[in-house]
Nanobody
Framework: QVQLVESGGGLVQAGGSLRLSCAAS????????MGWFRQAPGKEREFVAA????????YSADSVKGRFTISRDNAKNTVYLQMNSLKPEDTALYYC???????????????????WGQGTQVTVSS
């Protein structure tokens, strides 16, 4: 079992930055690809960014490319999402997730992930 806890969310003005953290416990996440998703009120959960278990491969949604960076520190069992140049449309509940199966690949779809955190709220004011 893997337990994930997100932190680092908050209220920020447009153009500002936040760094989200996802701390894992129960089992090392170094064997899993990891991802960040977000969900705004009334909308479906959407993919934000993913990273391979080694950290060597990353992929981001077009809407955040160039602004958000995913990274991981396997020694600390933690995954990060650095968010710069935030926009009001980035406002959402942000979730960290671990792949359904251990392996080197990364994934961009919700069903590909099995372990989920409770989410951390990010609110960007205009």
């Amino acid at each position: 079992q893997v337990q994930l806890v997100e932190s680092g969310g908050g209220l920020v003005q447009a153009g500002g930055s936040l760094r989200l953290s996802c701390a894992a416990s129960g089992r090392t996440v170094s064997i899993y690809g990891m991802g960040w998703f977000r969900q705004a009120p009334g909308k479906e959960r959407e993919f934000v960014a993913a990273i391979s278990r080694s950290g060597g491969n990353t992929y981001s949604a077009d809407s955040v490319k160039g602004r958000f960076t995913i990274s991981r520190d396997n020694a600390k069992n933690t995954v990060y999402l650095q968010m710069n140049s935030l926009k009001p449309e980035d406002t959402a509940l942000y979730y960290c997730a671990a792949n359904r199966f251990p392996g080197p690949s990364i994934a961009t779809t919700v069903p590909s992930y099995y372990y989920w955190g409770q989410g951390t709220q990010v609110t960007v004011s205009s």
